[in-house]
Structures are given as structure tokens and as C-alpha cells.
T-cell receptor, first 117, second 113 residues
């Protein structure tokens, strides 16, 4: 069964508004969660690493003031796309590992398809 | 720059054949290797992982790792139309945060009935 829950699965918003995406770990505590973005016909690109109780680590080229990440508890990380624009339309996916062993794979949420009109 | 390379395909195989998917990586420090399957419009789902040289078999799937040559492959035996998807190779360089994966661009597999 799913170990990572993501909500909403699909959202349409108007340009200039903000959208919040939630990612929850089910039945385990995730001190670290990862946020990916995927444009059509492209691979997953890591946006940021969300750390419980501390600031997120953003990948190069990702605007931290635009993509706000909050990891307030061991089971919840949120990504807020602020002042969304049509070019932010993409598939956003969160992920987490059950533990930090080297062979522990990432489990992905079902993703959120964001469309900005 | 840590890179993971895959042929984008599409790779077309007839039903019942063996599909062979390949992946190369640039970082010799990479420690764990994962294969994910992604159906169109869906998030990736884990197929297999491997971290030792050699073969690892799980049902119809076999992962092969050759660290000296820096490649990892996935074989799918008795391919089925339901195997048609994009297969993502992912490589990790383990750190204290756990596994931070770098993904290849994916290979699109088409299994024809």
C-alpha cells in the first residue's frame, strides 16, 4: 500500500494565486522529504530537500521565495507555489524514504498536477 | 555534475520477448541503483534496487550492475503489454539525509501484442 500520501492530485488555479500541496508519510516518520517536478516528456528534477524542523535545501535554479517548503512535523511537508504563473504548470511529486539505509528506496506520492491559467 | 543517461526510446518489443533497458552513470561514488516504472500521468513506482555487482532477479525482472563499467540494466522477461511504460533509472550517492536520487531521462518501452 501507499506509504506517502500527496494532496491534492490535481489543481487548477489562476495566474498570480498561490497553491499549497501537502505530502504526508503514512505510518512512519520522515525527517527528510524530497520535492520533485516533472514537465511533460521530461524526467524528474529534484527541486528541494525538506528537512523537519529546519530550512529546506533548494537545488540550483529553484527560487526559494517562490516555492515555499514547510516541514513542521515528522509526517508532513508542504510545498506552496506562490504567485503562480503558467510556466509553473507541471507535475509535482513528493517522496520519502522509510529509513536512511543505503538500500532504502524513495517512495513517491501520487503527484499533483498543477495547471495555472 | 552527476549524470545518469538512458536512451529515451521508444524501445519496441513484441509480447513475450525480453526487453533490455540500459543506464549509465558518471559518478563512481554512486552506491545504490534503482529502477522505477512510470505510467503516463502517474508517479514512479519502484521495480527493483541493486547495490552489488552482478545480477538480481525478482520474478520477470532482472537487474544487472557493473560498477567497473558504470552501467546498470533491467531485463524484463516475457514482456506484457502492461509493461508498456517509461522506465527510470535512479542512482544515489548516500549521505546523512538518506538517499538523494538522481534520475535518468527514462526509456519508454512499448510492448506490442
Amino acid at each position: 500500500g501507499a506509504v506517502v500520501s500527496q494532496h491534492p492530485s490535481r489543481v487548477i488555479c489562476k495566474s498570480g494565486t498561490s497553491v499549497k500541496i501537502e505530502c504526508r508519510s503514512l505510518d512512519f516518520q520522515a525527517t527528510t522529504m524530497f520535492w520533485y517536478r516533472q514537465f511533460p516528456k521530461q524526467s524528474l528534477m529534484l527541486m528541494a530537500t525538506s528537512n523537519e524542523g529546519s530550512k529546506a535545501t533548494y537545488e540550483q535554479g529553484v527560487e526559494k521565495d517562490k516555492f515555499l517548503i514547510n516541514h513542521a512535523s515528522l509526517t508532513l511537508s508542504t510545498l506552496t507555489v506562490t504567485s503562480a504563473h503558467p510556466e509553473d504548470s507541471s507535475f509535482y511529486i513528493c517522496s520519502a524514504s522509510l529509513d536512511t539505509r543505503r538500500d532504502s528506496p524513495l517512495h513517491f506520492g501520487n503527484g499533483t498536477r498543477l495547471t495555472v491559467t | 555534475q552527476k549524470e545518469v543517461e538512458q536512451n529515451s526510446g521508444p524501445l519496441s518489443v513484441p509480447e513475450g520477448a525480453i526487453a533490455s533497458l540500459n543506464c549509465t552513470y558518471s559518478d563512481r561514488g554512486s552506491q545504490s541503483f534503482f529502477w522505477y516504472r512510470q505510467y503516463s500521468g502517474k508517479s514512479p513506482e519502484l521495480i527493483m534496487f541493486i547495490y552489488s555487482n552482478g545480477d538480481k532477479e525478482d520474478g520477470r525482472f532482472t537487474a544487472q550492475l557493473n560498477k567497473a563499467s558504470q552501467y546498470v540494466s533491467l531485463l524484463i522477461r516475457d514482456s506484457q503489454p502492461s509493461d508498456s511504460a517509461t522506465y527510470l533509472c535512479a542512482v544515489t550517492h548516500f549521505n546523512n539525509a538518506g538517499n538523494m536520487l538522481t534520475f535518468g531521462g527514462g526509456t519508454r518501452l512499448m510492448v506490442k501484442p
